[in-house]
C-alpha cells in the first residue's frame, strides 16, 4: 500500500480539501442568500401570482437562463477581470468563490421557484383571507411549506458546487481539484488522482446523507 501511494503527500491532501471544504462552504452560503430570494421573485412575478409582472420576470429568467447555460469552466475564465474587481485576486479559495456563486445561484433560484410553485394554492388563498400581506405570505406560508423542496434543491446545488470546486482548480483555485489536476493528470501519478476522488466521492456522500436527513427533518408528510 506504501509503493501504491508513494506519490501522495498528505499534508498536501489535507490542505487541498481544507480548501475545497472553504470554497464549498463560502460559496454556498452565499448561494443560498441571492438564490433564495431570485427564485422567490421568480416565483411573484410569474403569470398569476401574487405580484405578476411580465417585464420583471422575462428579464430576470434571461439573467437566469444566460448564467445557466453558460459551462462552468467557460465563466470561470470570463469572470477573471470580475473576481480580480471584487475580491483583489483569481487565484486561491477567494478567487475561486465569486465564479462559483454566479455559476450556482441561478441554477438554485430555479429549484426554488420550482418548490414554491408545488406549494397548495389552498395554503396562499388561505393566507391572504386572513388579510396576510405578499410579505407575509412568502415567509409564513410559501416558504415554511416549500421548505423540503428548498432544503432538496440546496442538496443538489451543494453537490454540483463540489465539482464546480474541481473544475476551479484549473484556473488556479486550489483544493483536491488542482491536486488532481497538477499531479494526477499533468505528472500521471495514480495514486493522487485516485485519492482526491475518493475523498470527492465521500463529500457527495456526506452532503446527499445529511441533505435527505434534513428534508425528512422538515417533511410534513
Do not use: C
Not at 488556479?172 to 488522482?193: E, N, S
Amino acid at each position: 500500500m506504501d509503493a501504491f501511494f508513494a506519490n501522495v503527500d498528505w499534508p498536501e491532501i489535507a490542505r487541498a480539501s481544507r480548501d475545497t471544504l472553504l470554497m464549498l462552504s463560502g460559496s454556498m452560503a452565499l448561494t443560498v442568500a441571492f438564490g433564495i430570494p431570485l427564485g422567490v421573485l421568480l416565483y411573484l412575478s410569474g403569470r398569476g401570482r401574487l405580484a405578476a409582472n411580465p417585464v420583471v420576470n422575462a428579464v430576470l429568467s434571461l439573467i437566469v437562463n444566460i448564467l445557466r447555460s453558460v459551462p462552468f469552466i467557460i465563466l470561470l475564465i470570463v469572470m477573471l477581470p470580475v473576481t480580480v474587481l471584487l475580491v483583489g485576486t483569481s487565484l486561491g479559495v477567494a478567487g475561486a468563490i465569486p465564479p462559483l456563486v454566479f455559476g450556482a445561484a441561478p441554477f438554485y433560484a430555479r429549484l426554488v421557484e420550482t418548490a414554491l410553485r408545488e406549494v397548495d394554492k389552498g395554503v396562499v388563498e388561505a393566507t391572504q383571507a386572513m388579510g396576510g400581506s405578499t410579505f407575509q405570505i412568502v415567509t409564513r406560508a410559501l416558504l415554511p411549506e416549500a421548505m423540503p423542496g428548498i432544503l432538496a434543491g440546496a442538496t443538489v446545488t451543494a453537490i454540483a458546487l463540489v465539482s464546480y470546486t474541481a473544475m476551479a482548480g484549473v484556473v488556479g483555485a486550489g483544493g483536491l481539484g488542482d491536486l488532481a489536476i497538477r499531479f494526477g493528470y499533468q505528472r500521471f501519478q495514480t495514486d493522487v488522482m485516485v485519492v482526491t476522488v475518493v475523498l470527492l466521492l465521500l463529500l457527495v456522500q456526506l452532503l446527499q446523507m445529511l441533505g435527505d436527513r434534513l428534508v425528512a427533518a422538515v417533511s410534513h408528510r
